[in-house]
């Protein structure tokens, strides 16, 4: 089992930087690759970026060159930095972890970001 725990979401100016985290526990070492995935109101959920074990990385259309997933394996934690926010940014954004195969993706609780005009 993978326990995930996002944080760093808030209220934000368009234009502005925020930057996520996730820090995992638990089987962490069964862990291929991680993600972010976001969901806005009354839209489907939909991924934002994804990087693995060997550093990886790919991101949505919507996000590329503004968006950067990083991470820190001596601490477990997966980053998004995400600079030049716009209004259509704002959603719940999760963090995932897939191991396999076969495939099981675990997700986090989420974390709101705003992102004010």
């Known amino acids: 089992q993978v326990q995930l725990v996002e944080s760093g979401g808030g209220l934000v100016q368009a234009r502005g930087s925020l930057r996520l985290s996730c820090a995992a526990s638990?089987?962490?070492?069964?862990?291929?690759?991680m993600g972010w995935y976001r969901q806005a109101p009354g839209k489907l959920r939909e991924l934002v970026a994804t990087?693995?074990?060997?550093?990886?990385?790919d991101y949505a259309d919507s996000v590329w060159g503004r968006f950067t997933i990083s991470e820190d394996n001596a601490k477990n934690t997966v980053y998004l930095q995400m600079n030049s926010l716009k209004p259509e940014d704002t959603a719940v954004y999760f963090c995932?972890?897939?191991?396999?195969?076969?495939?099981?993706?675990?997700w986090g609780q989420g974390t709101q970001v705003t992102v004010s005009s």
């Open positions: 995932t972890a897939d191991s396999g195969p076969p495939l099981r993706r675990y």
């Open positions: 990087i693995t074990s060997s550093g990886s990385t």
């Open positions: 638990g089987s962490t070492f069964i862990i291929n690759a």
